[in-house]
Nanobody, 121 residues
Framework: VQLQASGGGLVQTGGSLRLSCEVAGCTVSRYAMGWFRQAPGKEREFVGA??????HYTDSVKGRFTISRDNAKNTVYLQMNSLKPEDTAVYYCARRNNYYYHIKPDEYDYWGQGTQVTVSS
């Protein structure tokens, strides 16, 4: 299984980015797929996920971020709107070997390489 995250970049406060996570070796619709982020000096934190129970988000991104999935392309997306400087981090996609999501990174078995998102003030 391989996950390839892309789409990061530098954006001003209030801007938008869409991250993509292309997956090879498994069918994304059969697993929970999560997005996490890690800022310098901080632990990796749950951003959101998509699974059989739908989509779920951490409180700080609710209403601004949207996760979607294209089964034909076997790709998961993270649309990020109204970005804030505190959203600056390396963003990772990950697969959980389960239908349902979890907020703990240890519950995910495959990870993408990460893509940097920087929001300037």
């Amino acid at each position: 299984v391989q996950l390839q995250a892309s789409g990061g970049g530098l954006v001003q406060t209030g801007g938008s980015l869409r991250l993509s996570c292309e997956v090879a070796g498994c069918t994304v619709s059969r697993y929970a797929m999560g997005w996490f982020r890690q800022a310098p000096g901080k632990e990796r934190e749950f951003v959101g996920a998509i699974g059989w129970s739908g989509t779920h988000y951490t409180d700080s991104v609710k209403g601004r971020f949207t996760i979607s999935r294209d089964n034909a392309k076997n790709t998961v997306y993270l649309q990020m709107n109204s970005l804030k400087p505190e959203d600056t981090a390396v963003y990772y996609c990950a697969r959980r070997n389960n239908y349902y999501y979890h907020i703990k990174p240890d519950e995910y078995d495959y990870w993408g390489q990460g893509t940097q998102v920087t929001v300037s003030s």
